[in-house]
């Protein structure tokens, strides 16, 4: 599908609030709700709008640390990609999981409500399933959210 101009405002606009009526957002590019409408119906059409996001505030919510970790599977006993992605997919802190090509082969968002917290998470949730090998641990200190290559 060739996009033009006004679908990737549209994509633009939707990208930093997902919330804004058709209305507001036709107001906003020059076009009628109905345009814009019609506009976005054939976006997600195409799967280029994917679906919508509700986006959290983990740290109101009382979780104030988020650590990624890379995680390497081990060799020996070696447990199916699968098999690990259901297993990390169980635990409720851990928020993503890419996998990844390089050093590590999965990256994991984790939050937790402080480290001692995630201690207990790393060690007796993480740490402890099968065909866990090597883990680093990076601390988020901030996260400034750019928008995308529209």
Do not use: C
């Not at 930093?16 to 409408?37: R, V, Y």
């Not at 060690?123 to 928008?147: F, H, K, Q």
């Amino acid at each position: 599908m060739m996009l033009d101009e006004l679908d990737r405002a549209i994509l633009r606009a939707l990208s930093a609030n997902a919330d804004q009526s058709t209305s507001q957002l036709g107001q906003k590019l020059g076009l009628s709700q109905p345009a814009t409408w019609r506009r976005i119906k054939r976006l997600q059409d195409a799967g280029i709008i994917a679906g919508r996001r509700l986006m959290l505030d983990h740290e109101k919510l009382g979780f104030g640390v988020t650590v990624f970790l890379g995680v390497k599977l081990a060799t020996k006993g070696r447990v199916s990609l699968e098999d690990f992605e259901r297993a990390i997919g169980a635990i409720p802190e851990v928020q993503t999981v890419d996998h990844v090509l390089g050093l590590y082969d999965y990256r994991l968002r984790v939050v937790a409500r402080d480290l001692a917290d995630f201690e207990r998470v790393l060690r007796r949730r993480i740490m402890t399933m099968p065909g866990v090998g090597d883990v680093e641990a990076n601390v988020l200190l901030s996260e400034e959210r750019r928008p995308g290559p529209l």
